[in-house]
């Protein structure tokens, strides 16, 4: 797009220049009767005017140049507006196939997931789901059993490797962080490589999904498709507490530079991408890390997709008891597939959100809970301390990971509180997070 719109400028100046020069050639002829001193006269206002109509042909033609790039923008924003729309075809956006895959252990509640899955599922055909088994846990293979006996629309798969994984003694407590990279790697590589699958909907035996929850990724799909700059798209939000959320807005979705995990889409290419540097563990905080996503960004919504029930885990129920069990599941039936859901393109989402954020009216997180109103306000920050006392104080999350706020797309932090729209955002020009935060 930059290259053709560059050939077209210098093509476009030359034919100009070279129309111009030869149709306005008469200007500089002189009468050959004329007296020398009038000649030169002669030949000097006839430059003058040359001038003029020069600065006026630069003037048309700079004017013409700056129409054709708006066209060409906006016929390029156009065509993928279109192919979104109206569903068109790309590398499978049309009647795709997208699995289910179940990362499951030793919990025999994944019947509670499980029948979630069966009960919301619109389509055997085009979510088949995969169970990915851990851990040799036999109570919990007969509760998936009991599933697959009775639709073979139903799989599942054991981790053949269950071997010890020898860590110094510092590590010894995390043993079950490595367990679950090393399952999730042998997981997708089952999905991908082994059955062939183009992408994936990956969820843990320990969750509950939302009546859309199928229909978020059917409509959301095409996006992860076209947008190079989305690599996942996740039914998680991180700030996902009644109290700072829109719950008038159960379509509302967004850009997030945090992956939000928890019901999560990933494509086969890139799959490929991160497995041959795939970690030892805690996987999910290392696609946290802009170096190991290329910077990339997720889509999240408003409104979780997904609830987690799971409080016996490896991490002892501690972040369930002070985080999790808070979270809100949306309940509204949103029909994502006929939604225009453009405004997500970086393109758009990107100019819009810096334009309308740094155009509002500043507040203090105090001043927005204490003040009522239905205006959107920015607060702002400058450092990682007052983000986290503003954060704190507005409800939200405090932690960063590899320096990124959870739910933060280009340092921009939303949430909705008592009545308002409120953005958590850095007062001072962002170019990118900084690692030494938190």
Not at 136 to 159: C, L, M, R, W
Not at 188 to 199: M, R, S
Request: proline share 6%; with cysteine; hydrophobic share 40%.
């Amino acid at each position: 797009m930059r290259m053709n719109l560059r050939r077209l400028t210098i093509i476009t100046v030359a034919l100009v220049t070279i129309w111009f020069l030869v149709s306005h050639l008469s200007l500089l002829e002189v009468p050959a009767s004329a007296p020398p001193q009038h000649k030169l006269e002669h030949l000097e206002d006839r430059l003058v005017k040359l001038q003029v109509k020069m600065d006026q042909q630069l003037t048309d033609s700079n004017n013409l140049l700056a129409k054709v790039k708006q066209h060409l923008k906006k016929n390029a924003r156009k065509e993928v507006k279109e192919i979104i729309e109206n569903d068109i075809d790309i590398e499978g956006a049309s009647n795709p196939i997208l699995p289910v895959l179940v990362i499951a252990c030793d919990r025999i509640t994944v019947k509670r997931c499980l029948d979630s899955l069966v009960k919301f599922r619109p389509s055997k055909e085009t979510f088949p789901i995969i169970v990915s088994q851990d851990c040799g846990h036999n109570a919990t293979y007969k509760v998936i059993k009991s599933f697959t006996e009775v639709d073979p629309t139903i799989t599942v798969v054991q981790q053949p490797d269950r071997s010890e994984i020898q860590l110094p003694r510092a590590k010894v407590k995390f043993r079950g962080y490595y367990k679950i990279a090393r399952h999730y790697r042998f997981a997708l590589n089952h999905v991908f490589n082994t059955l062939g699958h183009k992408a994936v909907i990956i969820v843990e035996d320990d969750l509950d999904i939302s009546p859309d929850f199928f229909e978020y990724f059917l409509g959301t799909y095409p996006l992860l498709l076209k947008d190079p700059s989305i690599w996942c798209v996740s039914a998680w939000n991180d700030n996902g507490k009644r109290e700072v959320i829109d719950m008038s807005r159960p379509e509302l979705l967004h850009r997030t530079d945090f992956f939000p995990g928890l019901g999560w889409i990933l494509r086969k290419d890139t799959w490929a991408q991160l497995e041959p540097k795939w970690p030892e563990a805690f996987f999910d905080d290392w696609l946290r890390d802009p170096k190991n996503t290329d910077g990339r960004a997720c889509i999240r919504p408003e409104i979780s997709r997904t609830y987690s029930f799971g409080k016996v885990g490896v991490s002892k129920g501690l972040f369930f008891d002070m985080h999790l069990r808070y979270m809100h599941l949306n309940t509204d039936f949103v029909e994502f597939t006929k939604l225009n859901l453009t405004y997500l393109l970086k393109d758009v989402y990107d100019e819009t959100l810096m334009s309308s954020v740094y155009g509002l009216d500043e507040m203090s997180a105090e001043e927005v809970i204490s003040s009522a109103g239905t205006d959107p306000v920015r607060v702002p920050y400058t450092n990682a301390k007052t983000y986290q006392k503003a954060a704190k104080k507005l409800g939200l999350m405090e932690d960063f990971r590899s320096g990124i706020p959870r739910t933060a797309y280009m340092g921009i932090v939303t949430c909705f509180i008592r009545g308002r729209r409120v953005y958590l955002a850095p007062d001072y020009p962002w170019t990118k997070y900084d690692p030494a935060w938190g």
